[in-house]
C-alpha cells in the first residue's frame, strides 16, 4: 500500500515533515511504502541535516510550492507541479492509495474537489474534525470549514457521511447523529437548520437523535455532530484556543490531553473520489506522523469506496 | 431609582432570586428600589422560609408564571399577568429604570421586542455575551442567540451595537470591533460576512479591525465580536461547558474563573426602548445578584437612552 504525504507542506516543513514520516514508518508493514512530494534536493537535504535516510522513503519530484497564504485556487491552477497538484494527480491516477498534507488546505480541499472530485451523488464534500468525549473517545464533527454556507439537504448528507466514516473508521456501531443547534427542542435553530431536522427525521440512513447546543460537545450524547462550516470551524478553532490555555497552565489530564489536534493529525475530507487528509499548518512532527497515519487507515479500511458504496456510485 | 427581577425566573425561583434580591440590595443606594415580580404569597413564604425580611422588596403581584418549556410568543400573549409580561409593562410605562429575569429567556426576548419595541433605526435588537479575556477584563460578543439568520446590515449594526456598550457600560475607550470569522483574511466567511466585511470597511461608526477566528476569542484582539446568533450562541455555551469541566477538575485560575457565567450573570438586549438583562435559567443567588446590579449599572448609565441618541432617534 502506497501513502504519500506534503513534504512542502506546513509552517517548518519539510523538517517536520521527514521527521514524522520517518516516525509514520514504523506502523507500516514491508509491503507498505511512503511517498514524500516536494523538491527532491531540499528534501534529501533536509534528511541529511537530521541524520535520516531519504531511502526510507520514495520521493516523487515535484519542484513548486503553494504558499500558505497563496489563493488556492489561483495557485493550484497555476502551479501543476506543486506537491499539493503533485499529490492529487497520484491520488487521481490511483497510484497512491491516500494523500495527506499540512500545507495551504484551501488548495487541499480544492484539489480535492476538482481533481479527484465528490462522489456521484454526494452534493458538498465535507472536512470533518474529532472533537474529545469526556468519558473517552471521540466525536465527529462536521462540516468544520469546506462549507460556509449550507442547505438543509447538505446538513443531512453530512450526517449520512460522518455516519459512514464512524462506523468504518472509529468502530462506532450504529453512530448516534445530532445537529449542533441553539436549543434543544425541535423548532429552533436557522431556517436551514429547522428543515434539515425535517429531513432527519424521515431518514432511514441515519440515528438521528435530534438536536443538541453547545453545551453538549463534550458530554457523549451524540457521535457525529452536523453544523454548517461556519459554526464547527469556529467550534473547533475554540477547542484548539482551550487547549493551548490549558496547556500554558499544565491543566491537561487525560480527558484535556485529547483536545491537542496534534493526537489526531487531521482533518480527513469526507465524499470524494480518494483518501485526503489536511494537516494543521503549524503540525509538530507527532501531528505528521498522526495525519499519515490517518491517512494509512482510511486506505487500509478502503474508506471512500465505503462512501461510494453507500451513495450508490 | 428603581429596578425590577422576575422572581418566578430560573430553575430554583423564587428561593434563588429572594437570596440574590437581598444580596444585590446591599449596593443599592437609599433612594433605589427592588421590585420583585410574582406571586405575592408565593414570594412572601420564601422570604419567611429564608428568613429574609420581605420588606425589603417591593412587591408586585404578578399571579402567572411562563414555564421554561413554554412557547414565548404564545405565553406572553396568553399569560398578560406573568411575571415577565407584568415586568415589561412597568418598564414600557416607564415605573422601572431597568428589568431583567431568568426565566424563560425567549420570552424575555419577545417582551423586549414587542412590549418595550426595537429603538426606532435598530433592525434586530441584540443578545449580548461577555467572553473572558486571557489578559484581563472581558469581550463583548454578540449576537449570543436572538438572531439566527441575519443580513449583513445587521451585522453591521451589532458592531455599532455593540461598541455603545464597550464604550459606556466596559469603559472601553474606541472599542476594537472584529468579525468572527473561519479566517482572518478578507474575503473569508459566509456570503454574509463577506458582506458585512465591506459594510464595516466603510463605516465611519465603528474602529473595525477585520477579521478574527475561533482561535483567537480569548486573545484581547477584539473588544466587541460580531457574529450571527447561531454561531455566538454555540460559542457563549462552549464557554459555558468548559468552565464546567474546570470546575469539575479543580482547575480554576484567576482567568479561567472568569469563564463562570455567574460572574456576569446575564445577557443585557441591546437596542430597544428600555434596559432588559436576561439571566440563565440555572441562576444560582450569586447570578441572580449580578444580573441584578447589571441591570443596575445600565440604568444609572441610561444605557438604552445613549443607542437612542446614537441612532438619531
Same mark, same amino acid.
Given at each position: 500500500?502506497?501513502?504519500?504525504? !506534503?513534504?512542502?507542506?506546513g ?15 514504523k506502523?507500516? /508493514? ?12 531540499v528534501?534529501?537535504? @533536509? ?5 535520516? @535516510? +531519504?531511502?526510507?522513503?520514495?520521493? +516523487?519530484?515535484?519542484?513548486?510550492v #503553494? ?8 495557485? *493550484?491552477?497555476q ?9 492529487? +494527480?497520484? *491520488? &487521481?491516477? &490511483? ?9 495551504? @488546505? ?6 480535492a ?11 458538498? %464534500? ?16 462536521? !462540516? /468544520? ?7 438543509q439537504?447538505v446538513l ?9 466514516y ?8 450504529? %453512530? ?14 436557522t431556517?436551514?437548520?429547522q ?5 432527519? @427525521?424521515?431518514?432511514? &440512513? ?6 443538541i447546543?453547545?453545551? !453538549?460537545?463534550?458530554?457523549n450524547?451524540a ?22 490555555? *490549558? ?6 489530564? !487525560?480527558?484535556f /490531553? ?10 480527513? #475530507? ?9 494537516? +494543521? ?10 495525519m ?8 487500509? /479500511?478502503?474508506?471512500?469506496? &465505503?462512501?461510494?458504496v453507500a451513495?450508490?456510485d
Open positions: 500500500m502506497k501513502i504519500a504525504v !506534503d513534504a512542502m507542506g509552517n517548518l516543513a519539510p523538517d517536520h515533515v521527514v521527521i514524522g514520516a520517518a516516525q509514520a514508518l506502523s507500516f /508493514t514491508e509491503a507498505d511504502s511512503l511517498v514524500l512530494l516536494g523538491d527532491k534536493s528534501i534529501q537535504a @533536509s534528511c541529511e541535516k537530521l541524520q535520516i @535516510s +531519504h531511502q526510507l522513503f520514495e520521493l +516523487h519530484h515535484a519542484p513548486e #503553494i504558499g500558505i497564504d497563496e489563493h488556492p485556487t489561483k495557485a *493550484l491552477a502551479k501543476q507541479h506543486s506537491s499539493i497538484a503533485e499529490g492529487f +494527480h497520484l *491520488l &487521481k491516477n &490511483k497510484e497512491i492509495r491516500a494523500f495527506c498534507g499540512a500545507g495551504n @488546505s484551501g488548495a487541499m480541499q480544492m484539489g474537489l476538482f481533481s479527484v472530485k465528490p462522489i456521484e451523488g454526494v452534493i458538498r %464534500p465535507s472536512l470533518a474534525g474529532l472533537v474529545p468525549k469526556e468519558d473517552g473517545g471521540y466525536a465527529l464533527l462536521l !462540516d /468544520t470549514g469546506a462549507n460556509t454556507d449550507v442547505r439537504d443531512l448528507q453530512f450526517g449520512e457521511l460522518g455516519s459512514i464512524a462506523a468504518n473508521m472509529m468502530g462506532i456501531e450504529n %453512530p448516534r447523529v445530532a445537529l449542533l443547534n441553539l436549543g434543544k427542542e425541535e423548532g429552533r435553530g431556517l436551514f437548520t428543515a434539515a431536522y425535517q429531513l432527519y @427525521s424521515g431518514s432511514s &440512513k441515519v440515528n438521528f437523535i435530534g438536536n447546543d453547545g453545551s !453538549d460537545l463534550f458530554n450524547k457521535d457525529v455532530i452536523v453544523c454548517d462550516g461556519f459554526t464547527g470551524n469556529v467550534a473547533s478553532k475554540m477547542i484548539e484556543a482551550f487547549y493551548d490555555l *490549558l496547556k500554558k497552565r499544565n491543566f491537561l489530564d !487525560d480527558f /490531553t485529547r483536545f491537542n489536534y496534534e493526537a489526531v493529525g487531521g482533518s480527513p #475530507i469526507l465524499g470524494v473520489n480518494g483518501n485526503v487528509v489536511v494537516g +494543521h499548518d503549524a503540525s509538530s512532527p507527532e501531528a505528521i506522523k498522526n499519515i497515519l490517518l491517512a494509512y487507515r482510511m486506505a487500509e /479500511t478502503n474508506f471512500y469506496q &465505503k462512501i461510494k451513495f450508490g
